[in-house]
């Protein structure tokens, strides 16, 4: 992967890492950090529809899969089976990312407003 680009992870490190060192963080460079994740995003969007759909595929493939003694499986051992698999955490950890930002394209314009109206203010 090329260094140079930029991606959700490098942002969020970076963020991360100037609110641990309590470094103070501008306005224009939240929304700068907003506009960025609101256009890569889209890229762990997409991903986390592919893994969903794959997951659903293989949610059917239990599902219709007889037991060894040719009954009918129940949803409830199917579900299991399905959040036991690798991609289920992959889900939930994409899941929990694309939340986190969206909570900082939240908390970016609201940082944006509040330094702004301060501004209009004085």
């Known amino acids: 992967m090329d260094d140079s680009l930029i991606t959700t992870e490098k942002i969020l ?3 991360k890492g100037w609110i641990e060192n309590k470094t103070l963080i ?3 460079i939240w ?3 907003a506009a960025k994740l609101n256009v890569l995003a889209g890229d762990d969007e997409y991903k986390l529809a ?3 759909y794959n997951l659903a595929v293989k949610r ?3 599902a219709s899969k ?4 040719g009954q009918n499986r129940s949803m409830a051992s199917v579900n299991v089976e399905i ?3 690798p991609q289920s955490k992959e889900i939930a950890l994409l899941k929990a990312k694309i939340n986190r930002i969206d909570e900082l394209i939240r908390l970016s314009k609201l940082q944006a407003r509040l330094v702004s109206d301060a501004v209009m203010r004085q």
């Open 50 to 52: 592919e893994l969903e």
């Open 26 to 28: 501008s306005p224009d």
């Open 60 to 62: 059917q493939e239990l």
């Open 66 to 69: 007889p037991t060894p003694e």
């Open 83 to 85: 959040r036991a698999l």
């Open 31 to 33: 929304v700068n950090a």
């Open 13 to 15: 490190e970076t963020i």
